[in-house]
Structure formats: C-alpha cells, structure tokens
T-cell receptor, first 109, second 113 residues
C-alpha cells in the first residue's frame, strides 16, 4: 500500500461544476499537508496548505481529517483553467515528504 | 526571476555516461530538495539539504547518485553510469527554514538512450 493514495481519475466535469478529490495517508505522525497543482509537463505549484480547521481560498476549500487520515480538496464553479493534475503532499518532518500520484481533472466547456 | 532555477532544462545522454544537474534555490531559502518524477507518478523524494548539510537521503538514491550543496546555496545532482531507467524529470525545490511550503524549479528532463 502506498503511503499517500489518490484516485487517479480522470475526472471530467463541465464548466461550473463542483468537484472533490480525496487523499488518504498512512503515516499517523504526519504533520503538515498541502495540495499542489501540476500542469502537463510543468513543475508542481503550491495551491494551498491544509489546516485542521479547514481553509478556503476563493473557489478552493481544503479539509483535513486526522482521525481518518485523509485530506480533501473541493473546487467550486470549475473553470477551464482548472484542468490540471492535483497532487496531495504529506510531511512528517523536515525534509520528509511524500507526494501522491495525483488526480487528473479535465474541465470541459 | 527570483524563483528556483534549474539547468539544463533538457539533457539527452548515452547509457553509461555521467550527467550533472544544477539547482539554484530561492536566495533566502536554506532548505533544498531533489525529487524525481516519471510519467503518471508523483514526485519521488531523493534527498534534502538544510544549508550545506545533507540530512535525508532516499533509499531510491543508489550509489550512482550523489548530491552536494557545498556553500549552502546552489546544489548539484550527479548521476554516474546512467541507465535507461534513470530517464525522468529531476525536480529541485526549496523552502524557508521552519516551513514545508516548497517551491519547485522547472526541472531537468533527462533522457538516457
């Protein structure tokens, strides 16, 4: 079993849809959590950190459930430009991080 | 541009040759990471530096791989006797001490033929 697991998708949704991704992790000592976005053949870019209380940035909402060891990302009112691969990242110490393999989202007109 | 810079962007080499990649982190970042990424996979951690000290190394980092960060600024990743399985994108990232929010360079795409 991988340390960080994501549904690879692809998720194909129409513009304006709401879509949610989940990510589960196995290391209970994990300390910090992030979502990154990666466009095709580009580097990952930090989308948002994930806090225990949940956090929102515009159309994006991230949630953390430590008891069940999963994090989620909700995208509301999807735009064509949201099409990308979304990577979940779990850190359990300085320099100790594991990426999921990503979930691919395609938003269609 | 004050982001993470990697050179070269692309490298094609023959099997058995040695290659070296360079990473210049964001100037005030003292944490530096190397990752490897293949198609359809997330980045796999290779190694981590805090200033000039290499504090973590993945089991993936065989003895053909070596990384340095001699003055705590730029870093190099060398692969000796390259194999076809080394073909991948090699990504460098940096972060401020005390934070895990890492910023990535554009990567070096290695093709071993």
């Amino acid at each position: 079993r991988k340390e960080v697991e994501q549904d690879p998708g692809p998720f194909n949704v129409p513009e304006g849809a709401t879509v949610a991704f989940n990510c589960t992790y196995s290391n209970s000592a994990s300390q910090s959590f992030f979502w990154y976005r990666q466009d095709c053949r580009k580097e990952p870019k930090l989308l948002m950190s994930v806090y225990s209380s949940g956090n929102e940035d515009g159309r994006f909402t991230a949630q953390l459930n430590r008891a069940s060891q999963y994090i989620s990302l909700l995208i509301r009112d999807s735009k064509l430009s949201d099409s990308a691969t979304y990577l979940c990242v779990v850190n359990w110490g300085a320099g100790k991080s594991t990426f999921g393999d990503g979930t691919t989202l395609t938003v269609k007109p | 541009d004050t982001g993470v810079s990697q050179n070269p962007r692309h490298k094609i080499t023959k099997r058995g040759q040695n290659v070296t990649f360079r990473c210049d982190p964001i100037s005030e970042h003292n944490r530096l990471y190397w990752y490897r990424q293949t198609l359809g996979q997330g980045p796999e951690f290779l190694t981590y530096f805090q200033n000039e000290a290499q504090l973590e190394k993945s089991r993936l980092l065989s003895d053909r791989f070596s990384a340095e960060r001699p003055k705590g600024s730029f870093s190099t990743l060398e692969i000796q006797r390259t194999e076809q399985g080394d073909s991948a994108m090699y990504l460098c990232a940096s972060s401020l001490d005390g934070t895990d929010e890492a910023f990535f360079g554009q990567g070096t795409r290695l093709t071993v033929v």
